[in-house]
């Protein structure tokens, strides 16, 4: 009888330290949703924490290659009307440069450094390459002081990258809306960038209309670069409507 009462005695206790370790488990997930795995938020953060601890490195200029990301600008303002500085009437804007990004071959560094002071004169030197100053300052914080360059460095960079990368004429300053096939569109890319291959560049679209080109470049911004991770997100749409820059 007391053998039965001290083994029913163990199963309580046993079953409630069970329940206890369960609800402090429920209450620890319940602040950080993320136990136990990589939130997508955080993935860019630790991958840079584990290169610098890593090879104890600074964060910046640590990266493989770069992706140039060219908007539509036509299709950005019909979505867009408050954009002012991109999308005055005046402006007929076509592609303009939304970023320069540092990659790694698998994934991507982000806000490598707490500069983020633009000048007034860098300020002005920005909106040579970027359509408006508030995606300027976006973009240096959080794309351009990883490439462990100068405002100005970096810049030149994106002169650089955008010299490389040709467009097709008729996307220069199409006065009229197009309908064409999207197949058609990656081959006019082919044909007026000789060393331009398809694995190396994307065409985005939203909604069935172009939004935007990335095209993968070396660190030395010398030679297109091969890059499937990047190309996940092409348009799969079998045509592509081209809203007009003016």
């Known amino acids: 009888m007391i053998k039965r009462s001290l083994n029913v005695k163990i199963f309580l206790l046993s079953g409630a330290l069970i329940s206890g370790l369960i609800l402090s488990l429920t209450q620890v997930w319940a602040l950080d949703p ?3 795995r990589v939130c997508k938020a955080d993935k860019a953060v630790i991958q840079r924490k584990a290169l610098n601890d890593d090879n104890n490195l600074p964060l910046v200029n640590r990266f493989d290659f770069y992706v140039l990301a060219l908007t539509w600008s036509p299709e950005f303002c019909q979505r867009s009307r408050n954009a002012s500085q991109q999308c005055a009437e005046n402006k007929n804007l076509g592609f303009v440069v939304h ?5 790694y071959y698998h994934g991507y560094p982000l806000y490598c450094s707490n500069e983020t002071y633009l000048s007034q004169n860098n300020t002005s030197q920005a909106l040579k390459q970027f359509p408006s100053e508030k995606l300027a300052r976006y973009e240096w914080r959080k794309h351009g002081v990883c490439s462990g360059k100068t405002l100005s460095g970096y810049l030149e960079d994106i002169s650089i990258a955008r010299r490389l990368f040709k467009i097709p004429q008729a996307l220069l300053y199409p006065k009229d809306d197009q309908i064409i ?9 082919l044909k007026v960038n000789a060393s331009l291959h398809s694995g190396m560049f994307s065409i985005n679209c ?16 010398r030679h297109y670069q091969l890059c499937p991770q990047v190309l996940r997100n092409s348009c799969k749409m079998p045509n592509i409507f081209i809203p007009s820059s003016h």
């Open 34 to 36: 993320c136990l136990g």
């Open 206 to 221: 939203r909604n069935g209309a172009l939004a935007e080109v990335r095209v993968c470049i070396s660190k030395n911004l």
């Open 99 to 103: 970023g320069l990004w540092p990659q």
């Open 181 to 189: 096939k999207t197949q058609a569109l990656y081959e006019d890319f």
